[in-house]
Nanobody
């Protein structure tokens, strides 16, 4: 099982961009799926984007066309490029590794506000 550490969150104005990173303690090349999830105050955690081992991606409808997930197996890192951010994107963003185990990072706060 790998340990995951997210970074790159912060405060950004509506319409701005952020890139989140998820660094794994070990190789992610063989991990079936890496994903980003988010949880806003008072709401349940929800899937944002997932990328599987072969590179196929899946996005939640509310981020399609704005967010892009990618994985760099050589760096054991997964990224989430977030563009055209909206106030409703404000949440704690978590990285997930899904294989025969299920690993989560501690999250990084993203706040979209003017």
């Amino acid at each position: 099982q790998v340990q995951l550490v997210e970074s790159g969150g912060g405060l950004v104005q509506p319409g701005g961009s952020l890139r989140l990173s998820c660094a794994a303690s070990g190789s992610i090349a063989s991990i079936y799926a890496m994903g980003w999830y988010r949880q806003a105050p008072g709401k349940e955690r929800e899937m944002v984007a997932v990328i599987v081992r072969g590179g196929v991606t899946n996005y939640a409808d509310f981020v399609k066309g704005r967010f892009t997930i990618s994985r760099d197996n050589a760096k054991n890192t997964v990224y989430l490029q977030m563009n055209s951010l909206k106030p409703e994107d404000t949440a704690v963003y978590y990285c997930n590794a899904d294989d025969y185990f299920d690993a989560w990072g501690r999250g990084t706060q993203v706040t979209v506000s003017s």
